[in-house]
């Protein structure tokens, strides 16, 4: 393993990094470097003329060719179908972090959890998540839009909520559009610490240069709930201004973008010890849990899919011991 | 335990338990076929499933049933009565067990606007009906032979324009508030303000007894905690046959917010019935030797030293009370408007129980 210094001293150089690492990172450790707006290549997911060698052309890391020309010269006619042909599959067999399992591992020793989830799940019961359509997936068979929005189910494909594109429509976390599903307003930003693909939300490679991210660190900073609102807005808001959110003394739905109080942030860790599987944001980055951290959506949820309904990252019809699901941070009973 | 029995494993298990017994200094005596057939089976009480509040089956005895299962703190499935979104499916979600979807969202994300409402869903109904214990039955039948009473008595007598002086009245759109008093009897504690969880803690564990999750800060209480001590009745059973339920502290419990009643005396002589008394205070042999030297469960007593004794068993509010509602004003045990009298064993009745006057 090379010294982090003479890493440090080859990228400033352009020297690439060859092996796993150059997957993702490119010179100045860039990341992630396929999708960086300055590193893309067009013909990996567009074809010109949909011709190739007389034939039509086989997308690369696909297994056959495509059925005929499509849309925005895509090598498939539905935008998932061609995300999925790179990011879905057996964990580390494309390189690229994979968002569909084959089989709906999500855990143990040889596959870490995928931090956003798992379409495996809502792509057999759309309860359990996002369906961002195509014929991999499919579209959402229960809700013919987004849940405390208007987002049309059917408009629901992986390019909604990320660019696929990056650069300055997209925020740097994981591609995520400044402007997701339909939304028109102001630039939604999120700001966040990535976590290495094919890992859960704090493992990584520790000792690893350069890898200073553990799964006591909190990944998510700030910017995410009002992200998630862009169309799932109902559920968001002041339980003092917000009537479909609070009665001014009480809440109605569950407080999002809020601060813990400190009888919360007790329950939730006396240690102050951020809990990957409980994320909050760090508003402060302050890399512990305090009341001055935020519950936001993806403390309860994942935000592809999970093997549960609403896509929660427990089993909601299950008491929630001690210290485990609700009982993270309401210790009732 | 919940779900089919495996036959085998039944049968191991009474092996087991036998060997566990033989070897066992827990002092437990209880045999198997008090709660399983003879041949294993399911463990059933009086043709009860006891898995609808009873969790762990303990075989080794080395701990007790917990109960209620359900309201557990260990037990709580916090989305059987909250809903976080007040959204399922883009609709707004029926609460379990409800026959309709809530009408929006709602304080403390439950799934109905007023607490003794939603409390309703499970434990109102016909007796059996639900797999809780009933509080509100839709018949005086309910409270006949062929039903059993309801130990605390039955919201029934109270609920909407019945007479609300017939026991409390716990709010909401079932029940009502109680159009008599604007504060507890012998106390300050706001009628508007009673609901169910005035008195029981629905999420159990520590802020709460054990016994029917009676909050050990009733009311508006702010004093030290009241702990009573209880054994608990079958659900769907009176106390009649049980083990006597009241061990202790629950005189001073209803006196939370009914202070007023107890005990106050001038010269010797009593300015209100006594209640937290033995029933040989003061050198009294009389209301001992009237009531017996049998417990009798139409005319509760508690029992602090954990065995019945006539002079050391005490009167206490629900002696002469019960707690939710019954057909009497004042919710009363019996008819005071009518002689006491002598019920059909024999025995005195009503006020004669412990007097016998006439």
């Not at chain 2, 659900?235 to 007023?260: I, M, R």
């Amino acid at each position: 393993m090379l010294p982090t210094g003479l890493l440090l001293l080859m990228s400033r150089m352009g020297v690439g990094f060859t092996g796993q690492c150059g997957i993702c990172h490119g010179p100045g450790f860039a990341m992630p470097t396929f999708h960086d707006a300055d590193h893309l290549i067009c013909n990996k997911c567009h074809t010109m003329h949909a011709s190739e060698d007389g034939v039509l052309p086989t997308m690369p890391g696909d297994s056959d060719p495509m059925a005929g020309p499509n849309p925005h010269l895509l090598y498939k006619a539905e935008v998932t179908d061609l995300c999925l042909v790179c990011h879905g599959g057996d964990l580390n067999s494309t390189g690229a972090p994979i968002v569909l399992t084959v089989d709906g591992t999500m855990g143990g020793v040889n596959y870490p959890r995928l931090p956003g989830g798992d379409f495996y799940y809502p792509k057999n019961d759309s309860h359990n998540g996002h369906s961002p359509g195509g014929t991999v997936i499919g579209s959402d068979s229960i809700l013919t839009q987004s849940p405390g929005g208007v987002f049309s189910s059917a408009d629901e494909i992986c390019t909604s909520c990320h660019d696929p594109h990056g650069g300055s429509p997209a925020n740097d976390y994981r591609l995520l559009k400044l402007k997701p599903g339909d939304w028109t307003g102001a630039d939604l930003e999120v700001t966040g610490l990535e976590a290495h693909p094919g890992s859960d939300e704090g493992s990584s490679g520790g000792s690893q240069p350069g890898h200073s991210i553990s799964n006591t660190i909190p990944g998510y900073y700030s910017g995410f709930s009002a992200w998630c609102g862009a169309c799932h807005g109902v559920f968001h808001g002041s339980e003092l201004t917000d009537p479909d959110v609070g009665n001014n003394t009480d809440w109605l739905r569950h407080p999002t973008d809020r601060i813990l109080d400190t009888e919360i942030a007790g329950n939730y860790s006396p240690t102050s010890t951020y809990d990957w599987e409980y994320p909050i944001e760090d508003v402060n980055s302050n890399e512990i849990v305090d009341s001055t951290d935020e519950v936001f959506c993806l403390s309860c949820h994942r935000a592809h899919g999970t093997p549960y309904s609403n896509s929660t990252r427990w089993y909601n019809d299950a008491p929630s011991g001690s210290g485990t699901g609700c009982s993270k941070c309401h210790a009732k009973g | 335990m919940k779900g089919c029995i495996n036959h085998k494993r039944v049968w191991f298990g009474l092996i087991s338990v036998g060997l566990l017994l033989a070897v066992s200094n827990t002092g437990y005596t209880q045999e198997c076929t008090d709660c399983h057939g003879a041949h294993g089976g399911l463990f059933l009480y009086q043709g009860t499933d006891c898995s609808a509040c009873h969790s762990a089956h303990h075989h080794d005895f080395s701990g007790s049933f917990v109960i209620p299962s359900f309201h557990n703190a260990d037990g709580l499935i916090c989305n059987k009565c909250h809903t976080m979104h007040a959204s399922e499916d883009g609709e707004l979600p029926t609460m379990p067990g409800d026959a309709g979807p809530m009408l929006g969202p709602n304080p403390h994300l439950l799934y109905k606007a007023e607490v003794t409402d939603l409390c309703l869903v499970c434990h109102a109904g016909e007796l059996n009906s639900t797999g809780a214990p009933i509080v509100l039955a839709p018949d005086e039948a309910s409270m006949g032979t062929t039903h059993p009473l309801l130990p605390g008595g039955d919201f029934f007598y109270t609920q909407g324009a019945a007479e609300k002086s017939n026991g409390h009245d716990p709010g909401g759109t079932i029940i009502g508030v109680d159009n008599t008093f604007t504060n507890s009897p012998g106390g300050t504690f706001l009628s508007a303000n009673e609901t169910c969880i005035s008195c029981h803690d629905p999420h159990g564990g520590s802020p709460a007894n054990d016994y029917r999750l009676l909050k050990l800060k009733p009311g508006d209480w702010t004093g030290a905690d009241l702990i009573v001590v209880g054994v608990e009745g079958h659900p769907g059973t009176d106390e009649e046959g049980n083990p006597p339920g009241y061990g202790s502290g629950f005189a001073v419990w209803c006196g939370a917010c009914h202070g007023d009643f107890h005990n106050p005396t001038t010269g010797g002589s009593w300015l209100k019935h006594p209640t937290d008394t033995a029933l040989g205070f003061g050198g009294n042999i009389t209301v001992p030797a009237n009531y017996g030297a049998t417990y009798q469960w139409t005319h509760p007593v508690e029992w602090p030293g954990g065995t019945f004794d006539n002079l050391t068993a005490e009167v206490f509010c629900l002696s002469c009370h019960r707690a939710h509602a019954t057909a009497y004003s004042n919710s009363t045990r019996w008819d005071n408007t009518e002689p006491s009298g002598v019920d059909g064993d024999g025995d005195g009745a009503g006020c004669n129980k412990c007097h016998e006057k006439g």
